[in-house]
């Protein structure tokens, strides 16, 4: 086995360095430096910040990004599934029908517990 044959990936590597830093240098040389004090404070929606951003949440919202995140994976996993629906046959369809009603489950017993409440 030659080097000739790496020399592909190399090149490879370095264009993708290249496009990723020669951007940042010739911005960083070429670009205007001026700050001042309105530029370097730090911005939080539009208004000056007046709590630490270290600042505790509420569990209920990290709960509601969890389960957006288990059911948007879940329904995620449906297009396949309907793409390939004449192809799997009857034993893939009720797979799927088992998968639905799981996801179905879940999302009942979520409400049912209010983790889907926003008070």
Same mark, same amino acid.
């Given at each position: @086995?030659? %080097?000739?044959?790496?020399l =592909?990936?190399?090149?490879?590597?370095?264009?993708?360095v *290249?496009? #990723?830093? /020669?951007?940042?240098v010739?911005?960083?040389? %070429? #670009? =205007?430096?001026?700050p001042?004090?309105?530029?370097?404070? =730090?911005?939080?929606?539009g208004?000056? *910040?007046?709590? +630490?951003?270290? @600042?505790?949440?509420?569990?209920r919202?990290?709960?509601?990004? /969890?389960?957006?995140?288990?059911?948007?994976?879940?329904?995620?996993?449906?297009?396949? &599934?309907a793409? *390939?629906?004449?192809?799997?046959?009857?034993?893939?369809? &009720? *797979?799927?029908?088992?998968?639905?009603?799981? %996801? %179905?489950v #879940?999302?009942?017993?979520? &409400?049912?517990?209010?983790?889907? +409440? &926003?008070?």
């Amino acid at each position: @086995m030659s %080097l000739e044959q790496y020399l =592909p990936v190399l090149l490879f590597i370095l264009v993708g360095v *290249a496009v #990723g830093v /020669i951007p940042q240098v010739l911005g960083y040389i %070429l #670009g =205007p430096n001026r700050p001042d004090a309105e530029k370097n404070s =730090p911005y939080e929606c539009g208004f000056e *910040a007046f709590e +630490d951003a270290r @600042m505790k949440f509420d569990v209920r919202y990290y709960l509601v990004a /969890i389960l957006f995140i288990l059911f948007d994976l879940e329904i995620a996993f449906l297009i396949p &599934w309907a793409v *390939a629906l004449t192809d799997i046959g009857s034993h893939g369809f &009720w *797979a799927g029908v088992v998968f639905l009603v799981d %996801l %179905l489950v #879940g999302f009942i017993y979520a &409400w049912k517990k209010g983790a889907l +409440d &926003w008070e």
